[in-house]
């Protein structure tokens, strides 16, 4: 079952600081994108050749869409599959694209798309998937199998068959499709609730998942937390935990992600985002401020003073009334990364607001 991008980046998101590498530059795509071009004119060209469309919905500040563009566009075999289609790439922040964007219910990148030559969709896929994933995805859909209608087929033939519906319901879930996809997932659980098969557990992510791309956080967290009470051994707790945290924070609850955090910590005390999470949570609240401190400083500590770290010790700091350590902080923050903007703003608030006390 698929953790989609909106859960893979979960902590990090969360934690406001991430520590990852980022993909080496892919070489010049050998593959005809027709990007910028009116999708009229794309429609135009695959219905005069006779060929489906593979769209490309992305971002420019997407990490999952620029690993594609790394580690899957340029193999020899993906090239060799997609150079038979009318390949298309679409920036959704782009305003001539915004529409389209809508028109096909574009709410997470990156989001594929095969069509007909007229236009009119086969089915989708979302998030990265590595080269030999990816190509068996694309080739199936071209054969109409593993798509929506082929599931619903075989969900009529046999409308009991757990690992079916729990497909149908991941395939509803990734379309935005949210009663048909609970509808599924919900049988599921029925037909396996003690996951003797191994279905229900990731039917209660999937679940999770879908209810936060609807943002239904709380209806997400009681997913999750339904999750790791009841199959702790079925999934990796510290994944679950940091989709938990993030889904907490994103409700509201920085009490329960507060919480969260701290179980996360126990699997690896020396985790930097977790140490840097928890203390931004502790200080969004105003307590706990010497326990943040001290998450802050040993984060500060393992990540060599990463930017985004000093930043939290800032807040930290700040948060505690202890200003010059505050402002010796996120000069620190500044140095290491002069061009963000957050970080100036941030000290001219601390400058502003102490000058004005």
Not at 121 to 132: H, K, Q, V
Not at 280 to 291: A, N, T, V
Request: include cysteine; charged fraction near 25%.
């Amino acid at each position: 079952m698929r953790t989609l991008a909106i859960v893979a980046l979960a902590l990090a998101a969360a934690a406001n600081f991430a520590v990852a590498e980022t993909p080496a530059p892919a070489p010049e795509a050998p593959l005809d994108w027709r990007e910028g071009r009116p999708w009229a004119e794309v429609v135009a060209e695959a219905t005069a050749a006779g060929k489906p469309i593979f769209i490309d919905f992305f971002a420019t500040w997407c990490g999952p869409c620029k690993m594609l563009d790394a580690q899957v566009y340029n193999q020899p075999a993906v090239v060799a599959e997609l150079g038979k289609l009318v390949t298309y790439k679409v920036d959704v922040d782009q305003e001539p694209f915004k529409p389209l964007a809508k028109q096909f219910g574009v709410k997470a990148m990156p989001t594929m798309v095969l069509c007909r030559s007229d236009g009119t969709e086969i089915d989708r896929f979302l998030g990265f998937r590595p080269a030999e994933e990816f190509l068996a995805t694309v080739v199936d859909y071209i054969a109409g199998r593993n798509t929506l209608s082929d599931l619903q087929a075989r969900v009529a033939a046999m409308p009991d068959d757990p690992e079916l519906l729990g497909r149908l319901g991941a395939k509803h879930s990734e379309r935005g499709e949210v009663e048909p996809a609970r509808t599924a997932l919900t049988r599921v659980l029925e037909l396996d609730p003690a996951n003797v098969a191994g279905h229900a557990a990731p039917a209660l992510q999937t679940l999770a998942e879908m209810e936060a791309m609807a943002r239904d956080y709380p209806a997400a967290v009681a997913h999750l937390q339904r999750l790791l009470a009841a199959f702790p051994d079925a999934v990796d707790r510290g994944e679950v935990l940091g989709f938990t945290a993030w889904a907490q924070g994103r409700a509201g609850d920085l009490p329960g992600q507060t919480a969260t955090f701290r179980e996360l910590l126990k699997l690896n005390p020396d985790d930097v985002r977790t140490l840097n999470a928890l203390a931004w949570s502790l200080s969004e609240q105003k307590q706990g401020l010497e326990e943040a401190t001290t998450h802050a400083l040993r984060a500060a500590e393992l990540s060599g003073d990463d930017p985004e770290v000093c930043d939290t010790v800032a807040v930290v700091y700040y948060a505690r009334g202890m200003t010059t350590e505050a402002l010796s902080w996120i000069d620190k923050a500044i140095a290491g990364d002069p061009e963000n903007e957050a970080f100036r703003q941030r000290r001219e608030v601390m400058v502003q607001e102490t000058a004005g006390k």
